[in-house]
């Protein structure tokens, strides 16, 4: 394969990453699963977070290879989509396009006025509790915070980014032409960060690191109102 079609592959697969922990799987075989990592006697909701996590760190072992190595102190900080609430030990890593207006507009403003922080714009909210380094971010984790972030089907989400985009820079232009520009973009961005493409059709793994945290929650826009409710 040539250069720019290897890029455009491994983009595809990782792009195709949410595809596989976005499968649902009927919670009646979970307990045939033989994984330690798995109790058929959990909770429903519970049962399934494990699940999801358990698809994580088994598509992360399956792909990882040394292009993933990160160097994260080049991630330039506006960059970062992590927010951390001290007060409630809460660590929210935000994925545009995914559920994150719900807490951006409703959850988040009500600590931030609870704290008496003024802002005007989600963009204000977000920097006044963004790390500023990963420096930062890795202390944060140490204090084991509830850390969670919402994902969505990679294909549902491009189409959503589209029909939101379509209106200021897409022009009317068809959905072909923009998944045309997203593979430019990624082809020319490094990969595993894509720092060079839109956050809102970035790999998620770009974004929040799923391969380097440990969630304590990941939710779904499938499952966002019960996630969001626990």
């Avoid at 972030?149 to 990679?154: C, E, G, K």
Wanted: glycine share 4%; net charge positive.
């Amino acid at each position: 394969y040539k250069y720019g079609d290897r890029k455009n592959i491994i983009f595809l697969l990782l792009f195709l990453f949410l595809f596989f922990i976005s499968n649902n799987m009927d919670l009646e075989n979970i307990s045939n699963i033989q994984t330690s990592n798995i109790s058929a006697q959990a909770d429903p909701w519970v049962q399934e977070q494990e699940w999801r996590k358990f698809q994580v760190e088994k598509t992360c072992k399956q792909f990882k290879s040394e292009s993933y190595s990160r160097n994260l102190s080049n991630v330039p900080e506006e960059r970062f989509t992590f927010q951390y609430y001290e007060k409630y030990n809460l660590l929210y890593c935000e994925i545009l396009k995914a559920g994150s207006t719900t807490w951006m507009k409703g959850t988040f403003p009500g600590i931030a006025r609870e704290m008496g922080l003024k802002f005007k714009t989600r963009n204000d909210l977000a920097s006044y509790f963004r790390p500023k380094s990963m420096d930062e971010l890795k202390k944060i984790l140490g204090k084991d915070p509830v850390s969670f972030a919402i994902v969505r089907h990679p294909f549902e989400r491009l189409l959503s980014a589209y029909l939101d985009k379509s209106v200021t820079w897409m022009r009317g232009k068809s959905f072909e032409y923009f998944l045309k520009k997203v593979l430019e973009e990624a082809q020319a961005s490094t990969v595993p960060m894509y720092l060079g493409m839109n956050n809102h059709y970035r790999p998620y793994d770009a974004i929040c690191l799923f391969c380097d945290i440990n969630y304590k929650v990941i939710s779904k826009t499938e499952s966002f109102a019960e996630d969001r409710s626990r």
